[in-house]
């Protein structure tokens, strides 16, 4: 399970559906897609897995690697970790008890709420600012993304990671170990499986950042499984399975619920990759002052905007609030309300996320700065429209590409077309048809008089 | 192109005041070229705090100026130049949590009174002149080795 360096992504490319087009180079916030001979290439160092080109290809050429249901078979045992998203994909008379209860019925041998690892996160990440071991301000290390968008782009803010596994790694690590224990089973003979509403989560799970091995096997995507859900939920006929989790834990799939979890006030909350990158450049600047947590996720509305879900994450949001809300009423803490988790006396393992600074122009400054010099040359003699036809997101992207050798000025449809033109005029000289012509061009006029 | 030829890049932005449209351009561009570059992320963010402050002084307390960088691969040398008020105590200004901004440029969440202190802090040379009634100019240079 412990990933080689060189780099995983779940996000791939459909070599075969990809007609070059230009739409996801333009929304990938790292820059790392290019269009090279007709086809999307992704630079496997930039990229931070956050799905946004998978929702901006009209042709679906970009998909997650996720894991297939025959997996299941590798296992003697069984157990899926829903995430709160999933409970705000059905409808409002449809509750959690029954999703879970409509998990088993599709196969798995057992559930594990990832809100209740949320919880507990939740709760060390409180008694770690309690007991000054955390001062702010520290980032959420949930979204993976978000994660992998410091590591690349703003290194320095890696020490301002939250040092804790993230909730769906915690639940896991304890689903794995209670029932090792209940069954008396090797634990790897249990298949633990994320159900994920996104990509970044599958790339956590086979390429952690932490320092730490996943403790999950394998992801299916919510989508995948929704179909099969939806009908595991009519077999159950009503029949709910019991949920553990609390409001809190469930609210981190919607915004603004971590910050309410490890309550503290003073709190950032920022959603969508944009608005991530620049609050986190806010951050560096040090301009974000006063601010104890940093609640950041990739997608629009938290998790419930993830690519892998199935109904509008708006739509969702909505569900899941009300959930919250009815959950919110349960208030015994959670060692009560699950004894047999008290007995694991289980302890957050600690993560530790190092910096991947992205490539710069030149491994030597001093070869950046010849190449700098030189992209700007090039760029001033580059239209400046940002087509995106050269297959690099901006003009700027291209005259850097090209000071490194990566790609050459021809791939410029409105320079290729002027060299076109010119060589043109060269071949029409050298053959003479220039004067020709214009001897012609000459007899005519003259005739016209 | 030479072994040893030790590359400079300049760069120059023109500053007016409280052109809160434009704040923060240039210490931005400053920050992605710096970074582009491969400097050291501390050596990165020392400078553009730095620049980002001297930037600030002269869009809120001067009329306009101009903010000058030049980078070699050893250090990076920052000149803010502005036509205004000058300070007329230097040392004053220096201190934390001194300032003279009116009310409307505090509510916009300037005015601590921390952006010259903080340019000495983070700088690794530091020279501030000023004429009252004529303008203000500051040096500042961060060295790109281990700081
Ligand atoms: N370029 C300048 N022209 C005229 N006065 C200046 C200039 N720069 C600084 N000062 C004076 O020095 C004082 C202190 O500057 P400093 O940058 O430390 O704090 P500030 O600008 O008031 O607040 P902050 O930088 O925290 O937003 C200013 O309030 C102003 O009176
Ligand atoms: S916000 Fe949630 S769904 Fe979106 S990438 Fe991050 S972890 Fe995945
Ligand atoms: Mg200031």
């Given at each position: 399970m412990i990933s080689v360096r060189g780099y995983f992504h779940s996000v791939r490319l459909d070599r075969e559906k990809c007609t070059g087009c230009v739409n996801c180079i333009k929304k990938c916030p790292t820059e790392a897609i290019r269009v090279r001979h007709g086809k999307a290439e992704i630079n496997e160092q930039k990229c931070i897995d956050c799905g946004e080109c998978i929702g901006a290809c009209p042709r679906k050429a970009k998909y997650v690697e996720i894991d297939s249901l025959e997996l299941l078979n590798s296992y003697k045992y069984t157990i899926a970790l829903p995430p709160p998203s999933l409970y705000g994909q059905f409808p409002p008379s449809v509750t959690p008890g029954q999703i879970l209860a409509a998990l088993i019925d599709l196969g798995f041998d057992d559930v594990f709420e990832v809100a209740v690892g949320a919880e507990i996160v939740a709760a060390e990440t409180r008694r770690l600012f309690r007991t000054g071991e955390l001062k702010g301000p520290v980032i959420s290390s949930n979204c993976p993304a978000v994660v992998r968008l410091i590591q690349v782009r703003f290194p320095e803010l890696t020490k301002r990671i939250l040092p804790l596994d993230p909730p769906s790694e915690v639940a896991g690590r304890i689903a794995r170990q209670l029932k090792s224990r209940e069954l008396g089973m090797a634990e790897e003979d249990i298949g633990v499986f994320y159900l994920t509403p996104c990509a970044a989560k599958v790339t956590s799970i086979k390429?952690?950042?932490?320092?730490l091995p996943s403790y999950i096997d394998g992801a299916f995507s919510i989508q995948q499984l929704f179909p099969l859900i939806s009908r595991s939920l009519k077999n159950v006929q009503g029949r709910g399975r019991q949920q553990r989790a609390s409001g809190l834990g469930v609210g981190f799939g919607i915004p603004g619920g971590e910050v309410k979890a490890v309550g503290r006030e003073n709190s950032l909350i920022v959603e969508g990759i944009g608005n991530v990158d620049n609050a986190l450049e806010e951050l560096e600047m040090g301009h974000i002052e006063g601010i104890d947590y940093i609640e950041a996720k990739a997608c629009n509305g938290g998790?419930?905007?993830?690519?892998?879900?199935?109904?509008n994450g708006y739509v969702a949001q909505v569900r899941l609030e009300r959930i919250v809300r009815e959950l919110d009423q349960v208030h015994e803490p959670l060692e009560e309300r699950w004894p047999n988790l008290a007995q694991l006396n289980f302890k957050v393992p600690r993560i530790r996320v190092e910096p991947r600074p992205m490539q710069p122009l030149d491994s030597d400054i001093n070869g950046a700065m010849a190449k700098m010099v030189a992209a700007e040359g090039i760029l001033r003699t580059l239209p400046g429209l940002d087509c995106g036809a050269c297959g690099a997101p901006s003009c700027k992207a291209l005259a850097e590409d090209i000071a490194q050798g990566k790609s050459n000025a021809n791939s410029c449809i409105f320079i290729l077309r002027e060299r076109i033109m010119a060589l043109g005029m060269k071949v029409y000289n050298l053959a003479g048809i220039g004067t020709r012509m214009e001897e012609q061009r000459g007899d005519k006029e003259e005739g016209e008089e | 192109m030479e072994e040893n030829f030790e590359q400079t890049i300049s760069l120059q932005f023109e500053l007016k005041s409280h052109d809160f449209v434009q704040a923060g351009e240039a210490s931005s561009e400053i920050r992605r070229r710096l970074k582009k570059l491969g400097f050291a992320s501390d050596v990165v963010r020392r400078a553009a705090i730095a620049a980002y402050e001297a930037e600030m002084n002269v869009i809120i307390h001067a009329r306009r100026g101009r903010l000058q960088v030049e980078i070699t691969p050893r250090q990076i040398l920052i000149i803010a130049q502005d036509e205004g008020p000058g300070i007329s105590n230097i040392h004053q200004a220096m201190q934390e949590g001194f300032t003279t901004a009116p009310d409307m440029i505090r509510e916009l969440?300037?005015?601590?009174?921390?952006g010259l202190p903080n340019i000495r802090r983070f700088a690794d040379e530091f020279n501030i002149s000023s004429c009252a009634g004529e303008g203000t100019s500051l040096k500042i240079v961060i060295y790109a080795g281990e700081g």
């Open positions: 390429a952690p950042e932490g320092g998790c419930v905007g993830g690519i892998l879900n199935v109904v | 969440g300037f005015g601590a009174g921390m």
